[in-house]
């Protein structure tokens, strides 16, 4: 008999977390929405490792793993759904959940939270979470009642380097909010150390900024260096080959996924070489049916590749419609990552910073180091003298307007992850692009590499403090003064032949 | 010799093929309607969408035997975005077409370019989109949402407890007549709520604008300094770089909200919306709506973009300016047949307190003097399938206010529209 009883209560102990989270779930589909956020709180400030799961389905919207979907969440209750979550995961076992839940806490942690904090703080074993935990811990403690538990709050706060940090030292600076003379003088304190760490963020992210722009300008300018920098080309469809460097990373994307969803992940590098061959197809052979009828006459060459733009601005809006086309980042490309409190650095502008290093150190390789690159250069310097020692002219201009046009490809693939891919998308680059070749001095890859990162550096260095409608007009009149005194550009290329 | 009997014989069969044409026009007596929207230059993502509603609501009044006992016949132009061609095109329509009715323009300054086209030669045209308001003209008729029925609702929201109580205000926006104005209209109301002007910041970017980087670092050190939201009045594809970088940033939702005014399905159609759910929007339709009215509007939507080959078809959407065009368009068959004729002064007449069951789930109906239609306001929430969620909405169509009370000098306007104004 007391053996059937043990039995009896032990099942009906390892039924209680299910028996609890039922009706718990139960509660909570039957609340009313300001009972629901209630029933939050609660569950935040006593956790049970039962509720997991139910936390977990609640926030896709589900009362249970396998239940439809049929709750409606707002902000306010996702809000506080995240935090329940965080607190349950105070307990779980690996350290690594326990520090990623310590850190939201430490934004987002209600006073309710204050016991179950101290709790863990003490009771912590893993020093980094412990840390965490004392921070979060530090910003409900200011408003303690003891005023050696603000004092030691406020100093913790000050080392942390968090901006919210500055928000609330900031208050304590009144008299009439915090009492103490002592804490208040400390409050001081922190506040200029957390001020200063906060500065080298703010600065840190803008040099990121200007260096993920002047990627993504040197990317644009730099298949435009090789056709207008050493052919000499006006090629104003050069942003269409942009253009179809991002429509071909799409069309990629579709195929892999119709044909390889498990290749997903790695689309985009599918797409490289497809964009650069779509890319230097079409160019090699407007090359050979256009362009090459037009060498010597700029202005003929402008219009003609005018209207080559424009054709293929239409053929694409007839193909694909008018409306941008979806192109999703891989979730290697998604999010960012947490370097300093206030600066977050996404990855696909760091890929994209090493994509446009790696693409221009390649060029520079196949023109310095290859005999195609040989012959180019012999080309562009003097044409009758290289066609005299048995150079095939025709065809280098042919393969090395290709590779410009290739080059553009490569760099629409990159501008894809970041940007609208539409039939308009070269438009907005063109300018950009010739500039940065113009600036960086006609025929030089290196004076290109320099206009692109100079010119991001610049405008981001401008944005904050003139605001981005400003910056762009001051750039650009900047840019004008510039060529009015240096028409050659920063980089000139040295020689007695130039035409 | 040759060459010149071939032209001979081409310029007689095309003048053959243009006979042909007018005469079946002339067939059937039709009544022709003007489409005035871009379809290629930077608008034609909006605006190619509008123009295959008006076209597919066309059908649908002729499938129903037209107005008056004749067939709608559509004359579409092609305004290419450049704002002085649409005066042109609207001119055009006018005066060589001849048109009963033209339904177009996205952006205000197109509206602004063709409206003294209209006035002088008293055309008649419908407005599909929400605007800044003030603005009131006789010969236009206003289908989107004035400041009253989208901004000013939206910040309410934003302000409540459910939309996470904003304190802080960033104001981000396109810089352009109606970004700038419902700015104003913003200040002026937080001011109202007692909103200090250190705790708003307003911000602009050109049309166009693609690196958000630096304004998404503003808008976090921002937000640091209490409960923020971001009302965006960012137009155009320029929104899809806005909402990447919020994502890859990490600014959520739960922490701070971006209300969008010029964001609907459409234009999240481009974006993966995993990382955004939560954001918002505030407008007076979203697809998702569940009405047997709606329901209808959207599969009629679908079959006919899949019957018609439009690109994209199998992922067709709806949004509210779409169904601005289509109820502006039977609005306006009723008014005409009301009046039995098409003549504008008399739809004019016809066309104050005009009624229509729309696909939003109200009966609307077109205020008797102010060329405005009442309409719910929603708050939708976006969803990880490109979709919105509707988390607040009136429980009435409210009226316009196209003179908005938080502009000063508003108070002497008139209250029935006006030429030249």
Known sequence: MPKALHRLLLCLCLWLPFAAQASDAQDFASASANDRARLLQEWAAQPDPARLGLLGSLQQGRLGPDQPRTLRLNNRLRGLLDNALASQRLLSDDAQVRLQAAQHLQRRAQPTQLGLLERHHAAETDQAVHAALGLALANLQLVAAEPSVRLAAVRLLGESGDPLARTRLQALLEPAVESDEGVRTAARTSLDQVERKLLIGELLGQAFSGLSLGSVLLLAALGLAITFGLLGVINMAHGEMLMLGAYSTYGVQILVQRYAPGALEFYPLLALPVAFAVSAGVGMLLERTVIRHLYGRPLETLLATWGISLILIQAVRLIFGAQNVEVANPGWLSGGVQVLPNLVLPWSRIVIIGFALCVALLTWLLLNRTRLGLNVRAVTQNRNMAACCGVPTGRVDMLAFGLGCGIAGLGGVALSQIGNVGPDLGQSYIIDSFLVVVLGGVGQLAGSLWAAFGLGVANKLLEPQIGAVLGKILILALIILFIQKRPQGLFALKGRVID | ?421
């Open chain 2, 1 to 421: 010799m040759k060459r010149r009997s071939l032209i001979k014989a081409f310029t007689l069969s095309a003048s053959i093929a243009a006979l042909g044409l007018t005469w079946t026009v002339q067939a059937a007596e039709t009544i022709k309607v003007g489409i005035l929207h871009s379809l290629s230059g930077t608008m034609a993502i909006s605006e190619t969408s509008l123009k295959d509603v008006a076209l597919m609501t066309i059908d649908q009044i002729n499938a129903k035997g037209g107005v008056n006992g004749k067939l709608l016949e559509p004359v579409v132009v092609d305004p290419a975005s450049n704002w002085p061609l649409f005066a042109e095109k609207g001119r055009q329509l006018l005066t060589q077409d001849k048109v009963a009715v033209v339904f177009g323009c996205w952006t205000s300054v197109s509206r602004k370019s063709v409206l003294p086209v209209f006035e002088e030669l008293n055309g008649l045209l419908f407005y599909p989109v929400q605007y800044e308001g003030e603005e009131m003209s006789p010969n236009v008729f206003y289908t989107g949402a004035a400041p009253n029925q989208q901004a000013i609702p939206a910040v309410e929201y934003l302000m409540s407890e459910d939309g996470g109580g904003a304190r802080r205000f960033f104001l981000l926006g396109t810089d352009y007549v109606y970004p700038r104005t419902t700015n104003k209209i913003l200040r002026a109301f937080l001011h109202s709520k007692g909103v200090a002007d250190k705790d708003i910041e307003e911000v602009y970017t050109p049309f166009g604008h693609a690196d958000y980087q630096t304004i998404v670092a503003n808008i976090k050190k921002f937000s640091a300094g209490g409960k923020t939201a971001v009302v965006s009045t960012v137009n155009g594809d320029s929104n899809v770089p806005f909402y990447k970088e919020l994502a890859n940033q990490g600014l959520k939702a739960t922490e701070v909200p971006v209300m969008a005014f010029s964001v609907g399905e459409e234009e999240l159609r481009g974006i993966d919306t995993k990382p955004l759910v939560g954001h918002l929007a505030a407008w007076n339709y979203f697809e998702s709506l569940d009405n047997p009215v709606n329901q209808k509007f959207v599969a009629d939507w679908k079959a006919y973009a899949k019957a018609k080959g439009l690109p994209g078809a199998d992922k067709a959407v709806t949004n509210d300016p779409m169904e601005a065009t289509y109820v502006g368009m039977h609005l306006w068959a009723q008014a005409a047949q009301k009046a039995g004729s098409t003549d504008v002064d008399k739809v004019r007449e016809a066309l104050a307190g005009q009624s229509f069951e729309a696909p939003s789930g109200f009966t609307l109906t077109m205020d008797k003097t102010n060329h405005h239609l009442h309409k719910p306001v929603m708050i939708g929430e976006i969803q990880d399938d490109g979709q919105f969620d509707v988390v607040w909405q009136t429980e009435a169509p409210l009226r316009a206010q196209p003179w908005s009370p938080f502009i000063p000098g508003n108070e002497q306007r008139p209250q029935h529209a006006v030429k030249g104004q």
